[in-house]
């Protein structure tokens, strides 16, 4: 949520500085870029809490937990380098999406293991 929530100021800084209100999305290109990391994140955080929740809940809370922690960096990073240029992005990107992965890889381990075995 302090995520999201710093995300969601940055925006509105971005709108203040450039004097660009709502509902407009378009602008100086460091507004959109700002906008869009922001927008970004918000999409990929229910895929996120669902996968952390059912990794924690079926593998193990502190394995679950410090991929979480990475995740949350990695977007952190993610946000601040594409505010800056879009290429600042990429590695942060592809660094999420692996830890996305992974806690997808926990989440479906616990469950088999749940299930499939007494």
């Known amino acids: 949520v302090l995520f999201s929530a710093y995300f969601a100021m940055q925006v509105i800084y971005a709108r203040r500085k450039y004097k660009i209100s709502p509902p407009e999305t378009t602008g ?4 959109e870029r700002t906008f ?9 955080f229910p895929i ?7 990794a924690g809940i079926f593998f193990h809370q502190g394995v679950a937990a410090a991929c979480g922690l ?4 990695t977007r952190l990073r993610y946000f601040q380098g594409y505010a800056e240029a879009a290429q600042g992005r990429l590695g942060p990107l592809y ?7 992974v806690l ?12 499939l075995w007494p």
Request: net charge negative; proline share 2%.
């Open 104 to 115: 997808l890889g926990l989440a479906l381990a616990g469950l088999l293991a749940h299930f």
């Open 95 to 101: 660094a999420s999406a692996w830890l996305l992965w």
């Open 36 to 44: 869009r990391a922001q927008a970004n994140c918000s999409e990929y």
């Open 28 to 31: 100086h290109p460091e507004f």
């Open 48 to 54: 996120f809490i669902s996968l952390l929740w059912v």
């Open 70 to 73: 990475l995740y949350l960096y």
